[in-house]
């Protein structure tokens, strides 16, 4: 059984016509009925019921269909793979909680092409656990999350502060404050990137819904277009980090610190502990690191103040 006498079969469960199957693939009448008579042999039963109206699977043959499927992606993934292997040494994948790389900007990526123009960098967006996972999947060289950061399986070095904040819109009662703490949102309808983010479970599990706040969650997600959309139709409260919050300004959108003890957290960028890098992982982590405060990145701006990157604890346990 080879790859191409899995594409005739499938063609020929599609089409149920050898001549349409023939069309399909370039190739005479002949040789697909060939193909498909070798491969009834191989297999040892009849793989459909051929008759002036064409082909009918036979039972047997649509129990093949979805593992003939299942063969022909694996044949597609080895073909990749052989594709690309010359170019792997000069990726760097990168996983990365969503809107950072948006926050550093197509700059960032610009400057890393000219300074290095053989390597390719992949990005994904992904959870903070997920990220994480990647890691320990050896998907990615790289993960940018937010801590706490088990020092035990990663190595992780610290890249920004975020605080935690909250949009409205601006006509909202509550804009009307400065900051805001999570007593303020008690009786709200809120929305976050939601509960598959750990930034979201420790604000609804420990700081509101643990602390006896009740709130009604309207909605959980991560696409921006609907959240904004959201607190603008629905007044919601949008629950976030300053760092993806302040990208797009808005004068009809309010956005407040959270005022309390715990106000932010810190971004790590962070690797899989004891591996050796290669030297374009090298190469990039070193730009990172050198890019982000040359270009003001390494602070938050918000109008009319600054706040400091320095966290209140390391956040690697």
């Given amino acids: 059984m080879n790859q191409k006498q899995l594409q005739y079969f499938l063609d020929c469960c599609e089409t149920k016509n050898m001549q349409k199957t023939a069309d399909r693939l370039f190739v005479s009448r002949q040789g697909v009925s060939k193909m498909i008579r070798d491969l009834e042999t191989e297999l040892g039963t009849p793989l459909f019921h051929r008759s002036q109206k064409g082909l009918e699977p036979t039972d047997f043959a649509f129990s093949l269909i979805p593992h003939a499927r299942n063969l022909l992606d694996e044949y597609a993934c080895i073909t990749g793979m052989n594709t690309l292997a010359g170019q792997?040494?000069?990726?760097?994948?990168?996983?990365?909680?969503?809107?950072?790389?948006?926050?550093?900007?197509?700059?960032?990526?610009?400057?890393?092409?000219?300074?290095?123009?053989?390597?390719?960098?992949?990005?994904?967006?992904?959870?903070?656990?997920g990220a994480l996972n990647g890691l320990l999947a050896q998907e990615a060289d790289f993960a940018i999350t937010t801590g706490p950061i088990d020092s035990t399986r990663f190595t992780a070095g610290p890249l920004f502060y975020s605080r935690f904040c909250f949009r409205m819109a601006a006509d909202h009662p509550l804009a009307r404050k400065e900051k805001l703490t999570y007593q303020?949102?008690?009786?709200?309808?809120?929305?976050?990137?939601?509960?598959?983010?750990?930034?979201?479970?420790?604000?609804?599990?420990?700081?509101?819904?643990?602390?006896?706040?009740?709130?009604?969650?309207?909605?959980?997600?991560?696409?921006e277009t609907i959240a904004l959309d959201l607190i603008r139709k629905e007044g919601v409260i949008s629950i976030g980090y300053d760092y993806m919050d302040l990208l797009h300004p808005a004068p009809d959108i309010a956005v407040r610190p959270l005022d309390a003890s715990e106000s932010g957290s810190e971004l790590y960028l962070v690797t899989l502990k004891n591996t050796l890098p290669r030297k374009?992982?090298?190469?990039?982590?070193?730009?990172?690191?050198?890019?982000?405060?040359?270009?003001g990145k390494d602070q938050?701006?918000?109008?009319?103040?600054?706040?400091?990157?320095?966290?209140?604890?390391?956040?690697?346990?």
Wanted: charge should be neutral; proline fraction near 3%; hydrophobic fraction near 40%.
């Fill in 280 to 295: 374009s992982a090298r190469q990039f982590r070193q730009f990172l690191l050198d890019w982000i405060p040359a270009h």
């Fill in 88 to 129: 792997k040494q000069n990726v760097v994948t990168l996983y990365a909680l969503d809107h950072v790389l948006e926050y550093l900007s197509a700059d960032f990526l610009r400057d890393f092409r000219k300074a290095f123009p053989h390597t390719i960098l992949s990005t994904v967006e992904s959870t903070d656990t």
């Fill in 300 to 317: 938050i701006a918000w109008p009319g103040a600054q706040y400091s990157t320095v966290s209140p604890s390391s956040g690697i346990s």
């Fill in 184 to 223: 303020d949102l008690a009786g709200q309808k809120i929305i976050s990137k939601g509960r598959a983010y750990r930034c979201f479970r420790t604000h609804m599990d420990e700081k509101i819904l643990g602390a006896g706040i009740a709130v009604d969650i309207f909605a959980e997600t991560s696409n």
